[in-house]
């Protein structure tokens, strides 16, 4: 079983920064791929970045290209997403996400909130 808690949420005004953390425990974070997704308010979940297992490849949603940075640390079983001039419509609740790279098993976190204030 893996466990996955995220930190790092808050309110920050636009243009501001967070660093959101995921901190994986149960199995070597080697063994996932790992993704956030973000959910705001009446819309559905959507996939906003990922990086494979030995974070050679790196994919982002066209909305945050640029501005955000996904990150990880397989040695202290961390992962981050580090995200640079916020915007209003980058309010949502983040969840980190890790998908076996053999099982396909995959676990989600129980989200952190990130509010942007215009």
């Known amino acids: 079983q893996v466990q996955l808690v995220e930190s790092g949420g808050g309110l920050v005004q636009a243009g501001g920064s967070l660093r959101l953390s995921c901190a994986v425990s149960g199995r070597p974070l080697s063994r996932y791929v790992m993704s956030w997704f973000r959910q705001a308010p009446g819309k559905e979940r959507e996939f906003v970045a990922t990086?494979?297992?030995?974070?050679?490849?790196?994919y982002y949603t066209k909305s945050v290209q640029g501005r955000f940075s996904i990150s990880r640390d397989n040695a202290q079983n961390m992962v981050y997403l580090q995200m640079n001039s916020l915007k209003a419509e980058d309010t949502a609740v983040y969840y980190c996400?890790?998908?076996?790279?053999?099982?396909?098993?995959?676990?989600w976190g129980q989200g952190t909130q990130v509010t942007v204030s215009s």
């Open positions: 990086i494979s297992s030995s974070g050679d490849d790196i």
């Open positions: 996400h890790a998908a076996g790279s053999m099982t396909g098993v995959v676990y």
